[in-house]
C-alpha cells in the first residue's frame, strides 16, 4: 500500500522541501509525498545545496500553497513550523496529523557559512525524524521501505 503523505511549512522553501526530499528518498516508492507552505515564496537555494551535499537533487522543486491540495485524501499531514500547524486547513478525519517543531533556518542572519550550517542542522533533524516516521509509520513490521539497509534514526 502506498502511504500519501503532504508536508507543511509556513513558506514552502526550506524545511518542507528538504522533508519532501528526504521522506522521498527513505520511503521509495512507499510513499507518495507532496509538500506545501500557507503562505509560499520560493525555494531556498541554501536548502538545494545541503540536500545536494547528501546526493538528494530538490533543485526541480517549485513552492506550492495548501490549498492546491485541500480536498485530496492524506494519509499523514507532517507540519514542520508552529505556524503551519495553527492555520493548517482541515483535512479529512483519516487523516493522521504528525507536529515537528523545526527551527526556521532561513531566520538565521549571517554570512554564507552560518547560514548553511542553520540548514543542516534543520536538515540533519528532519532526517532523523523521517527516519524514524519511516520506520514507525511506514514499515512497523520491520520489513518495508527503509534503503540502503539503514535503520538508524
Known amino acids: 500500500m502506498i502511504m500519501r503523505v503532504l508536508i507543511l511549512c509556513t513558506a514552502n522553501s526550506a524545511r518542507s522541501q528538504m522533508a519532501e526530499g528526504l521522506l522521498r528518498h527513505e520511503a521509495g516508492a512507499f510513499c507518495q509525498v507532496s509538500s506545501a507552505g ?4 520560493r525555494v531556498r537555494p541554501e536548502a538545494i ?9 530538490i533543485s526541480g522543486h517549485r513552492s ?12 499523514f499531514v507532517i ?13 479529512p478525519a483519516k487523516t493522521r496529523r504528525i507536529h515537528w517543531s523545526i527551527p526556521d533556518p532561513a ?3 549571517g554570512d554564507e557559512a552560518k547560514r548553511l550550517d542553520a540548514f543542516r542542522r534543520a536538515r540533519d533533524e528532519l532526517r532523523q525524524k523521517l527516519r524514524a516516521f519511516v520506520r514507525e509509520q511506514l514499515a512497523p513490521s520491520g520489513e518495508g521501505p527503509l534503503q540502503h539497509g539503514d535503520t538508524n534514526a
Do not use: N, W
Not at 545545496?49 to 537533487?57: K, Q, S
Open 49 to 57: 545545496a545541503v540536500m545536494r551535499e547528501i546526493g538528494i537533487d
Open 64 to 75: 506550492k500553497a495548501v490549498d492546491e491540495f485541500i480536498g485530496q485524501d492524506f494519509d
Open 38 to 41: 500557507t503562505h509560499p515564496s
Open 79 to 91: 507540519t514542520v513550523c508552529d505556524s503551519a500547524r495553527e492555520s493548517c486547513p482541515v483535512f
Open 107 to 109: 531566520a538565521l542572519e
